[in-house]
């Protein structure tokens, strides 16, 4: 696995965070905060990806004192709500690409706007999740 990876042998030190299952080792934010406790860490780089986004982690991390190097936790809660994002970034006068002012849970709800925005269109789940390209009317 990692063990034999270039980023672990040229580091002064490595620690495994558990098994192979990323979601019991990479996506823990307990049991990487619990390590970074351990060895004395004062800053904690997430990269992309895993929790980079995660407030939780973010959060777990200033409660530790360690550095979380990346955007608040505040930000992350803000830009992670896409319609509240869409919002802040309006307000801010940041120009956004046409679309929604508002977040739908029924597609019968979506589809005028749906069709005023036109297509294609890109569909963003409101908290995460990435998007989906759909290339066809909702009819």
Not at 1 to 27: E, F, R
Request: glycine share 10%; net charge neutral.
């Amino acid at each position: 696995m990692d063990a034999a990876s270039p980023h672990v042998w040229a580091a002064d030190d490595s620690v495994c965070i558990g098994p192979a299952a990323a979601s019991k080792s990479y996506l823990s934010p307990r049991a990487l905060v619990h390590v970074a406790v351990m060895k004395g860490c004062d800053a904690v780089y997430p990269g992309y990806g895993f929790l980079s986004e995660n407030v939780a982690f973010a959060e777990l991390c200033a409660e530790h004192g360690i550095k979380f190097i990346g955007p608040s936790a505040e930000a992350i809660r803000m830009m992670g709500d896409k319609a509240r994002a869409r919002d802040v970034a309006t307000s801010l006068g940041v120009p956004v690409v046409p679309g929604s002012d508002a977040a739908f849970t029924d597609p019968s709800a979506a589809r005028g706007t749906a069709e005023k925005v036109g297509f294609p269109l890109l569909l963003k789940a409101k908290s995460g999740g990435g998007g989906l390209w759909r290339w066809r009317s909702l009819s």
